[in-house]
Every structure is written in structure tokens, then in C-alpha cells.
């Protein structure tokens, strides 16, 4: 497994201050036996696994490592999760993982993320999670880190495509 990270920097909004836009990483994961039924098609709980997995790459960028979570007892606790899954995965495909933050308020924030199949470019899912930051052991809701706040944005132009449009289906639905 390979993780790549974008980030841009300095993009114009449309108020013409430089903002940051928010981290993106892509990753690939190969199916493996586990991930499969008896007939060799994923199983919908393994997607979540894939995506446990870009959410963990992606809070690295955002400076949550995990051994910093740990250190300070701070982690983000999922609080709601969508998905939709538009094609079949099977055994022994490789697949894209791409995640990205996709909305922060003062409390919470949402991640977006899509697998994909890139030897036909096809649109295996697509998932939106909204998370919160808590401290342990006592459940405590924290706001979330001040430099988070440079990622506001009140809509989705910086994500193309209507990428956390979570029920909106291409014809084919092929990623182009």
C-alpha cells in the first residue's frame, strides 16, 4: 500500500484572499481473501476498512498522527457515516482510495472519499463521515485545532465535480 498526499496552496477564492485549500491523499489497497464473501466480491464492511484507512493517512496531513493522538488523548470519533456503493469489487483488484476534508465548523468536520477501480476507471463508492475531536478518557467535545479554520469555506467549489454529492450517479458512472 502507497500513500500519495496533494496539497495546493494559495488557491483565489472568490473573495480574493488566499486561502489554503484543504490536504487531499490518495492510497491503493489490493482485495485480498478477507475482504471477500464466499463469491469473491468485497464486502461492504471492508469499504469502510479502505476507508479507515485514507481517514488515517488524511489526519496525519491535517497533524493528527497517531502518536500524537495518543500522547495528547485526542482523537476524531465518527459520528455519522454515508455511503454508497455503485459497483463490485473482487478479489485480487486493486484499488484507489482518495480522501479529502470536505467541510469544518467550529466542532465537527466532514471527509470525503472515493474507490475507485483503475484499470477501467470505474466508480466502485463513494463516502461522506462527518467527525468530531474528543478527549479521553472523558468524551469531552473539542473545538476543533485553530489552524483548521483556514479550510472554511461556505461551499463546494474547491472540490470538482460534486465529489461529496453523496446519491448522484454518471451515466456509467466512469471516472473521467
Known sequence: MQCCRFWARNVKSDTSKDTMAAPRIRTDVQVMFFDTDCGGVVSNIAYLRFIEIARTHLAEELGLGLAEMAEKQTYPVVVRTEIDYRRAAKLGDRLMIEGWL?????????????????????????????????????????RLPDHWQEYRRGDSAHNPKGECEIGIVSHEERIE
Open 102 to 142: 470536505d467541510q469544518v465548523e467550529r466542532a465537527r468536520f466532514w471527509c470525503g472519499f472515493r474507490i475507485t477501480r483503475p484499470k477501467d476507471n470505474m466508480l466502485i463508492a463513494q463516502c461522506r463521515q462527518m467527525l468530531a475531536l474528543i478527549e479521553m478518557p472523558t468524551g469531552k467535545l473539542l
